[in-house]
């Protein structure tokens, strides 16, 4: 079973607006609304992909039920624990250019915290672990630490998809696929990468500490990926890009299904790569059979 971790979900409020002005009322051309955070897009994308999960982390208030009700509609698993407060709200504005407004999620007390880990418990052995998106500051900063030390007693692999200091903090503890972009990568070491080859020299020095596979998105020029196996470059495909949101963790997602199905990273990559593909030229997280319409113009190169 793969279980997905959101600490922090939100619904993503999405409104396109043909020409926003600062200062006046605009108003919306389209507006859309869909359960989001980081571990949630992962449940989402794998479960139109065909690959069961339960989905964990707190809702809270009628903002919260919505995400269930959404989850539930998508015939998605979720444990989340009920929590006081209303689950945040993130304005997506969608004009000229892209403009996020986060709002503040609901404070997580310790009797939630207690419920959650008795959820967290029920991983076995042969589990997949994603700790997808920020550790909110309510929180303890050393949260997904202190998950992914329970993971290793289980013998469970675990997928890291954040940044910054909760990353550098966590590949002391070897996690099966870490996926930073190469701004997040370049952080890291204290950097900027400017090209591939720089992208190659920094994920080998993480696989050398023992974390087994780093992707490393490469915006529209695709991915790598730095595997015991070898190093792979996926060419993204073209098309018109509608989305950014939600692209990184199709392509987690992608990548979790393509693995549970052949077991090769390479091919892993190349459907993670269509996935992620796909949602950016769609304006929901992508469908299974957009993947598949893509998997063919995806070119891995072997470096």
Partial sequence: MIYTVTLNPSIDYVMKVDLFQEGTVNRAQEVMYYPGGKGINVSRVLTRLGVPNTALGFTAGFTGEFIKEKMLEE???????????????????KAESETEINGAGPIVNEEGMELFLRQFA??????????????????????????????????????????????????????????????????????????????????AKIHEQGVENIIVSLAGDGALLYSSEGVYVAKAPKGEVKNSVGAGDSLVAGFLAGYSISGNVKEALQYGVAAGSATAFSNDLCQKFQVQSLLEKINIEVV
């Fill in 122 to 203: 029920r991983i076995t052995e042969g589990d997949v672990v994603v700790l997808a998106g920020s550790i909110p500051e309510t929180m303890k900063s050393t949260m997904y630490v202190d998950l992914i030390k329970k993971c290793a007693l289980k013998n469970v692999k675990v997928v890291v998809d954040t940044g910054g200091k909760t990353l550098k903090n966590i590949l002391a503890y070897k996690p099966f696929l870490i996926k930073p972009n190469h701004h997040e990568l370049g952080d890291l070491f204290g950097v900027e990468i400017k090209d591939r080859k720089e992208a190659i020299m920094y994920a």
């Fill in 75 to 93: 015939d998605i698993k979720e444990r989340f624990v009920e929590v006081a407060g209303k689950t945040r709200i993130n304005v997506k504005l």
